[in-house]
C-alpha cells in the first residue's frame, strides 16, 4: 500500500534531509512552514511511498536530523494512507 508521509522538520536540517531522501531515489517536496514554540522556521516534507520503505525513509530522516536539545524531537512524521498517486502531464 502506499503512503504519504508529512515529514516537520527544522529549517537546518531540511538540506540534510533532503539529500538523503533524494539519494535513496524518494521524490520529496519541499514547503516552507512556521509553527511551534517561539515560532521558529520549519521545513514540511511530502514524500510518496510504499510501505515497505517506510522504516528506510524514517530512518533517513532522523540520521540527516541534527542532535536536538533536550524535550524537543529530531523531526515529527505523519504517516498516511494513500487511495491514488497521480501524475498530471
Do not use: W, Y
Amino acid at each position: 500500500m502506499k503512503k504519504l508521509v508529512v515529514a516537520i522538520v527544522k529549517d537546518g536540517d531540511a538540506p540534510a534531509v533532503m539529500e538523503a531522501l533524494i539519494g535513496r531515489n524518494f521524490r520529496v517536496t519541499r514547503i516552507a512552514s512556521t509553527g511551534g514554540f517561539l515560532r521558529r522556521g520549519n521545513v514540511t516534507l511530502l514524500i510518496g511511498t510504499e510501505e515497505e520503505r517506510l522504516d528506510e525513509l524514517i530512518g533517513a530522516i532522523s540520521r540527516a536530523c541534527a542532535e536536538p536539545p533536550p524535550g524537543q524531537h529530531r523531526a515529527i512524521v505523519f504517516v498516511i494512507p494513500m487511495e491514488q498517486f497521480v501524475q498530471v502531464s
